[in-house]
Structure formats: C-alpha cells, structure tokens
C-alpha cells in the first residue's frame, strides 16, 4: 500500500532563502512550460506530449541561469505536474462542468516542489536527523514518529505553508499488504453523523462536535485588524500571517479530532457502515452551511474509508436518504421536522434517539448492501442490550453464512 507520512521541517534562514529560490525557479519553468504547450498548440493544432516539453530541459539549461541549480528531478516532476492538471480539467470537463483554461502561477500560489524517486534521503548529521536534498541543503527534521523499516520511499514534496512553515511529506510504499477483511464479522456498527452530536452509533456512543468557537473569534478578530492594515506594507504581511496561523490551528485541531475518531472504528469494530453524504450539495443550501463545512463530514468519510481499509475492516458507504424518517424496528416511514430529537414511531410504538434510530438503518442497509441477509420471524441473538426493543426484523442472523458467501450468492442471482 501507498502512504504519506508529513513532518515538519527546521531550516535556518539560509536554508529558508534558498527553499525560496528553488520554489520561484520550479514557478517559473511552470509558466514557461505552459507558454510552451500554449505556442505548440497553436502552431501544430494540437496538445504537445509530456516527454515533448520534457525533452526541452537540458536546451533551456544552456540560456536559463539558475535552473541548472535545481535537481534535474525536480524540472521534470513540474512538467508532470502542468499535465497532471490538465487531466483534472480534462476530468471536469467530461463531467459536465465549465471550465477555462490553466493560468500562470504568482509566488503565493505555487508553494511546493517534489524529489521522485532520487535526489533526497534522511541522515544522520551532527546529533540530529536531517533531509538531505539535492543541490539543495541538509534540511534539519523533526520526525515525531518513525517511517517502518519495510517501507521504501518513493518521493518526498516540500512545502512552504501560508504560515511561513516548512514541511516535508514522504510518499511511502509498503511491502506488506493490508490484513483482508473478516468472512465473519462479529463486531459491526452504525454511524450517523450531525451538527450537535458529530457521531452517534448503534453501540449507543455518542460524540459531541469539536468545540471551536474561541478558536473561531481569534480568527474574526485577527481578520478586522488584517482588513485595517494597508495592502502590500511590512504591516500587513506580519498580519497575515497571524491570520493564517488562526487557520492552521483551526485545521490542526479538527483533523486531530477527525484521526483520532475515524482510528477508533477503524481498530475497533469489524463493519463499519455510514452514510454516502453529498458535502458539496449541502454546503450549497443557504441554511446552516457555515456548521456543515465546519464539520467536515467529507473528510472524516475519507479517513475512515482508508484506515478501515488499513486494519481490514469493511467500510460501507449507503444511501442517507430516508434513514432519519425510517423506523429501526418495522421500517415504516414517518416524517418529522429536525426540532424533534426523538423518534416515536406510530406503528410499532417503538421509541428510540432520533440520531440511534437513523444509526440502526445505516447499518442495516449497510448490511444489505454487502450481502447480508435478515429475519423475518425468528427472534435471534444480536449484539444489543437484553432490553433494547429493536425486533429481529432490523438486524443480522446469529450463526448465518459468511460474508464471502453471501456477497458471492448475492452476485450469482
């Protein structure tokens, strides 16, 4: 498997002014590159291959002064990064979306480089660890946790942050190959996400949302004196930067409250089952869309699909629709407006957490979704409380076939 481990970097100001340097070189052959392919566009009819433009390389050398300080690596994974986004545009496009055309890159904008394959290693040098680079310095690293022995590095991007910061992240190739699945999970849970409660599961846990908001007013306040100050002067750049460090611990802490939640289920429970929710759809809706970027649910879906996949736990995403309004217990739909925080349901009587009940059915259809089949009448052992009131109907068989067998049967009929 592939993995990205990120580390902070400690330059001295030298190294920071020749990161700089190498950085502005790698923006500059950007825009050249794309002058290039706009001009043989134009006088071919047609978009230039990537080994074209990267042939030019060792001709631009000869007139281009400076450019024959930067690793020969590093020019050619810039020339595969312009083409690398025109295939992102290329993707948008086939997708419906309007899009133009790509744009040179201003200094702000273009804040990162990558070592491929060769050209940088960890070292030992004077008592500490440091990232050799090529031609470029001996980069002290801070490495709070250890890259495994079986791991081969494969590259490594350096990256200036809007707070000035430096950092190194490591693309990682692992020999081994991820634990596979249980045939027979034991251990299966639900997950419903929301604004007051961030997750709630069928195992009855519940966990309250990241409290930011004085996080939040730092930030507001750092961004009136910021809009005080005048544009471009000493004053203003030191402002921004204090704006961008509110950022940054706005977004350090919520991953870290994001890894650490999606780690949980992804070591503890052999089925993970939750919703395939639409992000982007709801952050259009004028209501409440301020707390659901600030959830994001999207990235907390991300982290778990992959450490689920890491620790082989089966990860499904299902449909939301309806999993609110559906009773855990007949099935039957009732509607309610999102004040009401119980469910009551009018049928069946049974009376659950509005967020429970709508946990219950995305494990269900979780279930159904890999293969699994349900009881109809006979009452079965499940992993809930004795007292739980939830009927057989809404939950696994004990001792049915496995999951493999399942999912196989499903797939002949």
Not at 34 to 58: A, C, F, I, K, V
Not at 250 to 276: Q, T
Not at 284 to 306: D, I, K, M, V
Not at 329 to 354: I, N, Q, Y
Request: aromatic share 8%; net charge neutral; hydrophobic share 30%.
């Amino acid at each position: 498997m592939y993995y990205a481990y990120k580390y902070r970097l400690k330059p001295s100001d030298a190294h920071r002014e020749e990161l700089d340097r190498h950085r502005d070189i790698c923006r500059q052959l950007y825009n050249h590159t794309l002058y290039r392919l706009n001009e043989y566009q134009d006088e071919h009819g047609e978009l230039p291959s990537m080994t074209t433009l990267r042939s030019e390389l060792p001709d631009l050398k000869k007139w281009w002064d400076g450019l024959s300080d930067v690793y020969s690596k590093v020019l050619q994974t810039v020339v595969e990064r312009l083409f690398d986004n025109l295939k992102g545009l290329s993707a948008l496009k086939k997708n419906g979306y309007g899009v133009g055309q790509l744009k040179w890159k201003p200094p702000r904008e273009f804040c990162s480089f990558t070592y491929s394959q060769s050209g940088f290693k960890l070292d030992k040098k004077g008592g500490q660890t440091v990232l050799s680079l090529s031609k470029l310095a001996d980069i002290p690293i801070r490495l709070h946790r250890t890259i495994p022995d079986d791991a081969t590095l494969k590259q490594v991007t350096v990256k200036k942050e809007p707070t000035g910061e430096w950092f190194a992240t490591f693309g990682v190739q692992m020999d081994c190959e991820p634990p596979e699945p249980p045939e027979n999970p034991e251990r299966c849970v639900g997950i419903d996400v929301g604004i007051l409660k961030y997750a709630h599961d069928t195992d009855g846990t519940a966990v309250g949302s990241l409290d930011l908001s004085d996080e939040r007013d730092r930030l507001e306040r750092e961004q009136r004196k910021l809009s005080r100050k005048q544009h471009g002067s000493n004053n203003y750049e030191k402002q921004r930067r204090q704006v961008a460090e509110c950022h940054a611990d706005l977004r350090r802490k919520r991953r870290d409250f994001l890894h650490k939640l999606s780690n949980y289920y992804a070591r503890e429970y052999d089925f993970v089952a939750v919703e395939d929710l639409n992000v982007k759809r709801m952050m259009e809706s004028p209501s409440n869309s301020r707390n659901t970027a600030s959830a994001a649910w999207r990235t907390f879906l991300s982290l778990l699909e992959y450490k689920c996949e890491r620790e082989g736990t089966h990860f499904v995403a299902v449909n939301p629709k309806g999993t609110t309004k559906e009773c855990a217990s007949c099935g039957v739909s009732t509607e309610k407006p999102l004040w009401v925080r119980e469910h009551s349901c009018p049928v069946c009587g049974f009376e659950a957490d509005r967020d429970a009940n709508a946990a219950w059915n995305i494990l269900s259809r979780g279930l159904e979704d890999v293969g699994m089949g349900y009881s109809e009448s006979t009452p079965v052992e499940t992993a809930l409380p004795v007292d739980t009131p939830v009927s057989a109907k809404r939950v696994v068989e004990a001792g049915s076939p496995t999951l493999k067998e399942r999912t196989a049967s499903a797939g002949s009929e």
